[in-house]
């Protein structure tokens, strides 16, 4: 059974990005992972188990809110119609079309940053102090 999971995840950088598609696409029975990084939004349509796709992404060390888990929409049947109706929509159709595509060409892809804070951890550790063996006092 194919089963779509939406997930909210705060993807800030490419890094953030690849790596949880790097986590979730490990997964056996992935049929599709979209990626909205604008609005911070992952959706994985597949027969892939939903809790080992949450489980994957927030070992990524993000933090994986779940949006919604079930059946992926129905596509919508066609039905038969006339011709001349047919010969109407489809000069509407490329009317629509042109406008979408100005429309496409004004929205600009978002551009994130190669890495970001959260991606860059820095390891301190932090060594006992040990006083010298012996003193001397010349």
Do not use: F
Request: net charge neutral; hydrophobic share 30%.
């Amino acid at each position: 059974m194919v089963i779509k999971t939406v997930l909210k995840v705060e993807i800030s950088c490419e890094k953030c990005k690849r790596m949880l598609l790097m986590a979730i696409s490990g997964l056996q029975g992935i049929d599709q992972i979209d990626v909205d990084a604008a609005k911070g939004i992952i959706t994985v349509t597949g027969e892939a188990d939903p809790i080992e796709i949450i489980v994957r992404a927030r070992k990524t060390g993000k933090c994986v809110q779940v949006e919604s888990i079930g059946p992926p929409p129905k596509p919508e049947e066609k039905k038969e119609e006339k011709k001349e109706e047919k010969k109407e929509e489809k000069k509407e159709e490329k009317k629509e079309e042109k406008k979408e595509e100005k429309k496409e060409e004004k929205k600009e892809e978002v551009k994130l940053p190669p890495c970001c804070r959260s991606c860059e951890q820095i390891t301190i550790s932090i060594l006992p102090y040990e006083p010298p063996a012996a003193c001397s006092v010349m």
